[in-house]
């Protein structure tokens, strides 16, 4: 199975848009996944026909009964978050931003005046797609444990990629090197980094393709707004050739990727000249995995 | 004055907000490059003269195998999967350790101790009037909080201070926005860009932080994140036009406000506005 991952670094350098054009140009059915689950996009430009809401659970979160806590501090003390704070009122409270779900105040406490509960973190979903299957999901804004909802719909994508037959796994990766990141990675083919010709975006696929070489993951590379900075993709290019990452090609500067995000749209459906540079880097693409 | 500088959508300008602002401040300023999985504040601000360097360290348990009964206390008390048994021998995995310490409280035997393991690296240096503070994730490494709540607690500043917050809207952002006293959102005039507003609005809110928008790459098309801005009761503070003047300029890793001149204005008005929505706590924003 080819499992293509859509990775940048930096954010903003054309991911989804890339992604939504890849599987309208994948022989279907496709299974494409939305893996930036914190700001997820990609259903915006697809408009999926949607399944039902499955709830995220994931970590913990402490709870401190009011009517067993005889306010000693221990808990306190021994949480290395500071997660748990004195009220007003002299009551001890769990500040739930700050708490990591663990678990050490439970231990302390004298009076098991404690409790951790598992919180919904989010939801995920399944989505059919005129070109296939589609999966996506949402974080709660501002929740943790973004790398488990990733890992779970990595595996829920594979799953779904082998009953239903799909050629193909694309997948939309979310920004950065972190912790959803790697877990994006799991079981990767290939990783098609979309760069962007300015310092930000050299030093990030930098730090990206450093991750991948980690993480044995190959990389393929291809440059979106090549003509805002001419010197800086040559640069890329050369980074390209040294680190042996495969070259894909470039995109020009357009306003079409604005266009088509506000017409619901992929960028194949709007401009000619930017449609013939995302169809040959994904020619490209299928010439060097040997996708039909 | 800390203010957060986040966005939601990645690419929507946060860094080249923070820069700007920084070297269109009036007097010294600190700003603190949060975004520490990639840290591009250095490539603007690069540093004039020396740069300290300290290591970010997370604890994680040690096995002392003499003492170890491989009762398995440790890996039930682990709630992040970090110990385990295998064949009456204990493992940690120090990658999924969140170093809380709950492992060394239930070992009866004493056979934990804390080592601490490097995660990222924290430098500050000086560009003119600008203390610049960075943390830099290593490679390979997941826990990005650490590193961002390591720089924010290292930094104690008497000047107003920026914050250049990680993109997205989990726990990073978090980290990096509940440290502040109040928030600039950093938006484009996309559908992607007005939908991950919302989600961004949402964690400045649950946060009770006060906050203000502001819109880059402003088209003209009378648009959705106006409208928007104006049902939710939300302060739109500034508009940054689209030139691709600014796209090369920032691509070349120059100020804009410097090399385009005529944009220095827009940056100083933003520190107007912030001061005016800082000053304002009756709760409007």
């Keep these: 199975m080819h499992e293509w991952v859509i990775l940048s670094g930096k954010g903003g350098t054309g991911k989804t848009s890339l992604a939504a054009a890849f599987a309208t140009l994948a022989r279907a059915p496709v299974m494409l996944t939305d893996c930036d689950v914190d700001a997820a996009d990609l259903h915006l430009l697809i408009e999926p026909e949607w399944g039902t809401r499955i709830p995220f659970f994931a970590g913990y979160k402490a709870h401190v009964e009011e009517t067993s806590c005889v306010r000693c501090g221990t808990c306190q003390q021994a949480c290395r978050f500071q997660a748990i704070q004195s009220r007003a009122d002299g009551v001890l409270a769990v500040n739930a931003f700050r708490c990591e779900g663990c678990g050490s105040c439970q231990t302390v406490c004298p009076h098991a005046a404690i409790a951790l509960t598992q919180p919904q973190r989010g939801y995920w979903q399944k989505g059919i797609i005129r070109f296939g299957h589609f999966l996506h999901a949402q974080l709660d804004p501002g929740a943790e444990n973004s790398g488990k909802l990733v890992a779970l719909l990595r595996r829920e994508a594979r799953r779904l990629a082998e009953e239903k037959g799909c050629s193909i796994m694309i997948t939309d990766g979310p920004p950065g090197i972190g912790c959803p990141v790697i877990a994006s990675l799991a079981d990767a083919t290939q990783i098609v980094l979309i760069a962007e010709p300015s310092c930000s975006g050299y030093h990030d696929a930098e730090r990206l393709i450093l991750l991948a070489k980690q993480f044995a993951c190959p990389v393929s590379i291809c440059v979106n707004k090549w003509d805002i900075n001419p010197a800086m993709t040559d640069a890329l290019h050369r980074l390209a050739e040294k680190a042996q990452v495969h070259w894909l090609g470039c995109i020009r500067y357009s306003s079409a990727f604005v266009t088509a995000q506000r017409k619901h749209k992929t960028i194949l459906e709007i401009d000619t000249a930017v449609a013939d540079d995302v169809r040959q880097i994904w020619k490209n693409m299928c010439v060097h995995t040997a996708y039909r | ?285």
């Design chain 2, 1 to 285: 004055m800390k203010i957060c500088i986040a966005s939601g959508k990645g690419g929507t300008g946060k860094t080249l907000l923070s820069v700007n602002l920084a070297c269109q401040a009036l007097g010294s300023v600190t700003l603190l490059d949060c975004d520490v999985e990639e840290p591009n504040v250095h490539l603007f601000l690069p540093p004039g003269g020396a740069v300290q360097q300290e290591t970010v360290t997370c604890p994680h348990p040690v096995v002392d195998v003499a003492r170890c009964t491989a009762c398995g206390a440790c890996v039930k008390a682990c709630l992040f999967h970090a110990l385990a048994r295998v064949r009456g021998r204990l493992f940690t995995f120090p990658e999924l350790c969140h170093g809380c310490g709950r492992c060394l409280r239930v070992c009866s035997s004493g056979a934990l101790a804390e080592a601490p393991r490097g995660v990222g690296v924290l430098r500050t240096w000086s560009f003119e009037q600008v203390r610049v503070g960075e943390g830099r994730l290593n490679i390979g490494e997941g826990m990005a909080p650490a590193v961002i709540k390591a720089l924010l607690a290292r930094s104690v500043a008497s000047t107003p201070v920026l914050v250049d917050a990680p993109p997205g809207t989990s726990c990073s952002v978090v980290a990096a926005m509940e440290a502040c006293d109040g928030v600039l959102l950093v938006t484009e005039p996309t559908p992607f860009g007005l939908h991950d507003l919302t989600l961004a609005v949402a964690v400045a809110r649950q946060l009770k932080k006060p906050f203000g928008v502001i819109l880059n790459r402003a088209d003209g098309q009378t648009g959705t994140v106006e409208a928007y801005c104006q049902a939710e009761n939300i302060a739109l503070l500034a508009k940054l036009p689209l030139d691709r003047r600014i796209a090369e300029a920032s691509s070349k890793g120059q100020l804009v406000s410097r090399v385009l001149p005529e944009y220095a204005p827009f940056f100083q008005q933003v520190w107007r506005s912030m001061e005016r929505m800082m000053a304002c706590t009756n709760g409007s924003y």
